[in-house]
């Protein structure tokens, strides 16, 4: 099993008036540790992905066991649990040292132009395997 | 039981690329239903409670049955699941005429000045119970 | 001259961590308030406009005379100052009470779905006409 | 008089229904940029700054010769052009290779916990000023 890992310091746009990351720009910190899995753990940049379809999120689960505050350098770690036919399940951790930040599970799916799931090229499905691990 | 609906066209900030609701934009939308919940629907104005205190989310699932698309024009429908001590459970749903877009479940907590959990005040909760039903 | 009139409460997702707007969050709303204009004011949909072209911001400069904080009911009031063959000018104001928040002069371009500069249809120029002021 | 330098590649959540970079989101890097040139090119950790203080942007001018798209490499450069007793001056272009795409020139101030302005710390307006370069 990989890991494909992903830094991101929480900087000031994170953050609410609280002081602490507001929820929804984790979803963007999200969305950005899984563009930057296709650039680099699958080498199929996202750009490229995009020209001729797309890839909504079907569902995704998350849970905050602690808030994370300006400055704080965060460790995303990605790891796929299943690959179907036109769809793919990981699951997602951040932490901050040895402090969880958050968990996740989620479910992209890979459609056409036209908005209907189409199964993933060969080699997209052979590379999504190699971050295959046990669920979390 | 009582629903609060909270009515969100999609605007061009909200899509992507492919010309859908990027997903993080929907918790953007989920937590703008929660701040007109508290102002109207508790008549607890969001920046009141957040003076001396916060409202961070404890763990949030979401399901997006179909894609939305700029122009939109989406209804959400709130109601509360449980309330604790300091926290509470509400189901969200979203739909555009007939057809689901997003069905979401979460906790929210209250915290003081210092991130501690806090009881709700007194009102708070009765107004939140008078929003409750059976779980979805 | 006809101002068109836009109002926007400031809520907790549009504010830093100085309990303020943060300054990138006023941009959206800028937009917001075009997207109103075309709807509202022209009635030519901004959905519809975007279908087979665009209207990106081609120069804005921007003032922000004093913080809005959660919870201020902004006020802001548009006026276009000159509708060339595929741009137009504007200028926006937004206010909380008698204080003045914002002020902003924009050029807009209408291009068409290869990114081209594309004359306004007559019945938009002609539209945008009515708003016409001076300009600030 | 030194450049400071910032990269930032375009990602989908930049992007628009049109494919291109929706204009908030460059302030938004705008701002990431100013951020990581505290950080790194003054050595004063932006959330240190923002403990007793903030750095709200009085004013800002931007021109976008040419619109962005999904994928691209953006260089930011950064230079000082003015250090008042408790504000700054800058101004900012990016580029994609050869392309220019744009150009701001903004204006900084130093507030306390209050929002008045609260001159320079020595250090930092020393530092500063070993970014200062010709107006542009």
Redesign the interface.
């Known amino acids: 099993m990989i890991l494909f890992e992903f830094h991101q310091k929480v900087?000031?746009?994170h953050?609410?008036?609280?002081?602490?990351v507001?929820?929804?720009?984790y979803?963007?910190m999200?969305?950005?540790c899984i563009?930057a899995f296709f650039d680099q753990g699958l080498n199929v940049?996202?750009?490229?992905l995009?020209r001729e379809g797309?890839l909504?999120?079907?569902?995704?689960?998350?849970?905050?066991?602690a808030?994370s505050?300006?400055?704080d350098q965060l460790i995303f770690q990605l790891q796929i649990n299943r690959v179907g036919n036109s769809s793919a399940t990981y699951t997602m951790t951040a932490r901050c040292g040895n402090g969880g930040r958050l968990t996740c599970s989620a479910t992209l799916v890979h459609i056409d132009a036209d908005?209907r799931p189409e199964a993933w090229p060969d080699t997209i499905r052979w590379k999504l395997g190699s971050f295959m691990g046990e669920a979390a």
């Open positions: 900087l000031f746009k953050c609410d008036p609280a002081g602490i507001f929820f929804p720009r979803f963007e999200i969305n950005d563009e940049p996202f750009h490229d995009h797309a909504p999120t079907a569902q995704i689960q998350t849970q905050f066991p808030p505050r300006h400055g908005g």
